[in-house]
């Protein structure tokens, strides 16, 4: 295909430059859509290979992050393939989102376009500094900048919302046809259906605040527990994150304390024996506060780290109504960050990076 001629997509020709041998190109693609077409078409015009770092990477779906990073370079290879890009012109990097610590983004960003340009110089970064979610494009200062002349009102977001409200026509003029086609084959599996419900989940949810005099801000608490190298987590039950790992916790009663709610969610929803005096082995606390971090709304968590020291794990008695928990080894949850809801893999991780 011929890139799109829509004439709210706009690339004028570059002037003539020499070739960098590599440009950077980073984004999440949750689709990749037109827009997106024509930077990189437009990069490659100025670079010999361009590197495409997909972001967000082995994190679990939900309605913001609904495809893998694998499937997201498979339809972005299928676009540019479908412009006449030569396959061996493109190179892939998956980056992992780092909600509490930028230094491991950046540092991964910079060893996955390291291990292709084996010490090579020659590297440019592609983008458009249009607002404060481009700041990353100043993080990286040995690599010169290039800023991309495409101007474009498409979003993303957008292209998921038409997607997860059935407008696929709507979809079809926002995206390259080898787009339109992944999302058509996704919308027949049981994933869409799950991210499906989880959309009508949310919007329901947030329908029902609209009215406030404010945007609300709710409060949580969540107990990280840990025994013997293992971590007590809970598979959720319901929406929204149907199925996905995360610790005992929840939302703040008027009544109580952040450390006694997340003391009770764990008794209430891990089935941890009260028995087990859980202030007394509180080893951290912290608060994590990333804006996006819940798709419900704003919403800050107060995490504890309890450490109940090494020997047997507490048996846990499940509940009526309550969620399953297990014991599970730090290294599994720790390796599989694709499991965990939300952001309490990244919760998870700092309270064991402390020590």
Known sequence: MTAPRDPALTSPPPTRARKRTFGVYIGRFEPPHAAHLLVMLEALQSVQKLIVVIGSARAARNTKNPFTAEERQEVITAMLREAGVARSRLLFVHVRDYFYNEGLWLSEVQGGVAEHTRGSSDVALIGHIKDESSYYLRSFPAWEFIPTHVVSPLSATD???????????????????????????????????????????????????????????????????????HVLVVRRAGL???????????????????????????????????????????????????????????TVTHAFHFDLGIGQLPVLKAAAGAADAMWMPLSQALSQPELFFEDHHAIIEHFLMRG
């Open 159 to 229: 292209v998921r919302r038409a997607y997860f409200e059935d407008r696929l026509e709507d979809v079809r003029g926002m995206v390259p046809p080898a787009v339109h086609t992944f999302l058509t084959r996704f919308s027949e599996t049981p994933e869409y259906a799950e991210l499906r419900a989880e959309y009508d989940y949310l919007r329901e949810y947030r329908a029902a605040w609209a009215a406030a005099p404010f945007p609300p801000v709710f409060v949580t608490a969540d107990a990280m527990i840990t025994r013997s190298g």
């Open 240 to 298: 929204p994150g149907r199925g996905r790992l995360a610790m005992p916790g929840g939302f703040l009663a008027p009544d109580e304390t952040l450390l006694g709610c997340a003391a009770r969610r764990a008794y209430q929803e891990a089935g941890l024996s009260e028995a087990v005096n859980l202030p007394a082995p509180l080893r951290a606390q912290a608060v994590f506060d990333y804006p996006d971090r819940s798709q419900r709304g704003r």
